[in-house]
């Protein structure tokens, strides 16, 4: 079994070897509980900071799929992280930690989805089972009832499901968890209901650190009294019917996490949240805010994660505000022909989002007049940082691409989109790119001619390139390309669709 392998290799010696084999657990009946002597045996041998982490996944469901950041994300909040050497961050911590327990096979990788990670079903036996009452998993049509000494507490819903309450035996006011959980992170569609209010529901709790609301139904806006949940350092109203978040949030001090993703019917955010000094992430993906909250520059911890921002005409929407911003994941600006000047763009300072791993740059089509210098000076001050993995460029109007670009200096990019930029004449000598997988060029109505400069004129260009697309070239005639096989050796899907004047 990989977990008593992955355990047994940590021990340097035949006498450690000799105390496993020599243990009690090995004597377990059946009768007296279902583990497996060598799961509760690799269990014990864990370190003290280990064991807690692993035991927390007791309020999963079984064949739970689960992506690393969000269960870290709930470590740090229960304080897991907290580490005496202050040169490593929490979040360092409990990376470190997840990593210990992937190694000693505690958790183990989707083979289909690489960022998704699972327990098996017999870990996840052994986690309840440690656990004892104090993380509770309320799974429907349980008989099994939650129990005073319970500190956590999350509930199975599948599609359209009712939270009908504790029971009697529930001391409330001593949960520190309390979340739904469907049978996987990667379902979006389901819901659920409560027989009370969300009013009646938050007092009830007095110590809460974890509060999840995400996918319940009837929430539309949060009751003034979630002010009173003083300990809250977690909330996810994530994919909730809310509009409108109270200012009483900004109350809870200790607030560390703010999740308010598919939220489309909210259009702005409070704007008091720079007083929660201890916010250290903010999601908002897929929501109609299109204003950021001001001075969130001050909160030096603070990660932000939104999909898009728009740029207006007047300076509260301005692309300058994203440069207070810590921005992690991916990012799509949009309406960048809005941008004035294009000293704003370089305010933005996308060079130092470090986080930004994927990044969109959208200019809208048909526009009566494109001032060509302009967005070229504009999309030379929106470098990314050399950590971007994928770029899309759609609708530019520059006659040029930015010299960020032709510089190759996005060492580290695996996807590119070059989409609509119809004035350019030429691509940019991609093939030097070492870890480009996908690349797509659409619409290039300016491009004639790929010549030996596309490929960088290196022997060894495109090394790495799996998928390559060229799609609308209307004007393009001739590709300076040697043999398929010799110009991409790794290549395994090519399409040509609608370039109607290239030869050959």
Same mark, same amino acid.
């Given at each position: 079994?990989?977990?008593?392998?992955?355990?047994?290799?940590?021990?340097?010696?035949?006498?450690?070897?000799?105390?496993?084999?020599?243990?009690?657990?090995?004597?377990?009946?059946?009768?007296?509980?279902?583990?497996?002597?060598?799961?509760?045996?690799?269990?014990?041998?864990?370190?003290?900071?280990?064991?807690?982490?692993?035991?927390?996944?007791?309020?999963?469901?079984?064949?739970?799929?689960?992506?690393?950041?969000?269960?870290?994300?709930?470590?740090?909040?229960?304080?897991?992280?907290?580490?005496?050497?202050?040169?490593?961050?929490?979040?360092?911590?409990?990376?470190?930690?997840?990593?210990?327990?992937?190694?000693?096979?505690?958790?183990?990788?989707?083979?289909?989805?690489?960022?998704?990670?699972?327990?098996?079903?017999?870990?996840?036996?052994?986690?309840?089972?440690?656990?004892?009452?104090?993380?509770?998993?309320?799974?429907?049509?349980?008989?099994?009832?939650?129990?005073?000494?319970?500190?956590?507490?999350?509930?199975?819903?599948?599609?359209?499901?009712?939270?009908?309450?504790?029971?009697?035996?529930?001391?409330?006011?001593?949960?520190?968890?309390?979340?739904?959980?469907?049978?996987?992170?990667?379902?979006?569609?389901?819901?659920?209901?409560?027989?009370?209010?969300?009013?009646?529901?938050?007092?009830?709790?007095?110590?809460?650190?974890?509060?999840?609301?995400?996918?319940?139904?009837?929430?539309?806006?949060?009751?003034?009294?979630?002010?009173?949940?003083?300990?809250?350092?977690?909330?996810?109203?994530?994919?909730?019917?809310?509009?409108?978040?109270?200012?009483?949030?900004?109350?809870?001090?200790?607030?560390?996490?703010?999740?308010?993703?598919?939220?489309?019917?909210?259009?702005?955010?409070?704007?008091?949240?720079?007083?929660?000094?201890?916010?250290?992430?903010?999601?908002?993906?897929?929501?109609?805010?299109?204003?950021?909250?001001?001075?969130?520059?001050?909160?030096?911890?603070?990660?932000?994660?939104?999909?898009?921002?728009?740029?207006?005409?007047?300076?509260?929407?301005?692309?300058?505000?994203?440069?207070?911003?810590?921005?992690?994941?991916? @990012? *799509? =600006?949009?309406?960048?022909?809005?941008?004035?000047?294009?000293?704003?763009? /370089? +305010?933005?300072? #996308?060079? $130092?989002? %470090?986080?930004?791993?994927?990044?969109?740059?959208?200019?809208?089509?048909?526009?009566?007049?494109?001032?060509?210098?302009?967005?070229?000076?504009?999309?030379?001050?929106?470098?990314?940082?050399?950590?971007?993995?994928? @770029? *899309? =460029?759609?609708?530019?109007?520059?006659?040029?691409?930015?010299?960020?670009? /032709? +510089?190759?200096? #996005?060492? $580290?990019? %695996?996807?590119?989109?070059?989409?609509?930029?119809?004035?350019?004449?030429?691509?940019?000598?991609?093939?030097?790119?070492?870890?480009?997988?996908?690349?797509?060029?659409?619409?290039?109505?300016?491009?004639?001619?790929?010549?030996?400069?596309?490929?960088?004129?290196?022997?060894?260009?495109?090394?790495?390139?799996?998928?390559?697309?060229?799609?609308?070239?209307?004007?393009?005639?001739?590709?300076?390309?040697?043999?398929?096989?010799?110009?991409?050796?790794?290549?395994?899907?090519?399409?040509?669709?609608?370039?109607?004047?290239?030869?050959?």
């Amino acid at each position: 079994m990989k977990t008593m392998g992955s355990m047994l290799y940590n021990k340097s010696s035949v006498s450690e070897w000799e105390t496993v084999f020599q243990s009690e657990i090995w004597e377990f009946s059946k009768e007296r509980c279902n583990i497996i002597p060598a799961l509760a045996l690799s269990y014990i041998h864990l370190p003290s900071h280990l064991k807690v982490c692993f035991v927390y996944c007791a309020l999963f469901p079984k064949d739970y799929e689960f992506k690393k950041e969000n269960l870290i994300q709930l470590w740090m909040t229960e304080n897991f992280g907290h580490c005496r050497q202050h040169s490593r961050t929490p979040e360092e911590v409990c990376q470190q930690y997840f990593n210990d327990l992937l190694s000693r096979s505690f958790f183990q990788q989707s083979d289909e989805k690489k960022e998704v990670f699972f327990m098996h079903n017999l870990l996840h036996d052994l986690a309840k089972y440690v656990g004892g009452g104090i993380y509770f998993r309320c799974e429907l049509d349980q008989t099994e009832k939650i129990q005073k000494v319970t500190r956590h507490f999350s509930f199975e819903i599948g599609h359209n499901e009712y939270f009908d309450g504790f029971g009697t035996l529930c001391n409330t006011k001593s949960l520190r968890t309390f979340m739904p959980k469907a049978r996987s992170t990667m379902i979006s569609f389901w819901r659920w209901e409560m027989k009370m209010s969300i009013h009646e529901l938050l007092s009830k709790f007095k110590f809460l650190r974890i509060l999840s609301l995400s996918h319940y139904s009837d929430l539309q806006e949060l009751p003034n009294s979630v002010g009173n949940l003083e300990h809250l350092r977690s909330l996810d109203l994530s994919r909730t019917a809310i509009n409108r978040v109270t200012e009483k949030i900004c109350l809870l001090s200790h607030l560390q996490i703010l999740k308010l993703n598919y939220c489309r019917d909210l259009w702005e955010l409070p704007s008091n949240l720079h007083l929660l000094t201890n916010l250290c992430r903010l999601e908002f993906k897929k929501t109609n805010v299109s204003k950021m909250p001001p001075h969130l520059g001050k909160l030096q911890n603070l990660k932000v994660v939104m999909n898009s921002f728009d740029i207006g005409h007047n300076k509260e929407l301005g692309i300058q505000h994203l440069g207070e911003l810590n921005l992690v994941g991916s @990012l *799509s =600006i949009e309406k960048l022909q809005n941008v004035e000047n294009s000293l704003d763009a /370089l +305010e933005a300072d #996308l060079k $130092n989002k %470090t986080h930004l791993v994927t990044l969109k740059l959208r200019w809208e089509g048909n526009r009566n007049s494109i001032d060509s210098k302009k967005e070229e000076d504009v999309i030379e001050n929106l470098q990314p940082s050399k950590n971007l993995k994928k @770029l *899309s =460029i759609f609708g530019y109007g520059g006659k040029q691409f930015p010299k960020w670009l /032709l +510089e190759n200096s #996005l060492w $580290n990019m %695996t996807s590119l989109v070059l989409d609509e930029c119809e004035s350019c004449q030429c691509l940019p000598p991609l093939g030097l790119l070492p870890f480009i997988k996908v690349l797509k060029i659409r619409k290039l109505n300016g491009i004639v001619i790929i010549d030996a400069d596309f490929h960088g004129n290196n022997s060894s260009s495109f090394t790495s390139l799996k998928a390559l697309e060229f799609l609308s070239l209307s004007r393009w005639e001739k590709w300076d390309c040697q043999a398929v096989t010799d110009a991409f050796p790794r290549l395994r899907h090519l399409s040509i669709i609608h370039c109607p004047k290239l030869k050959g």
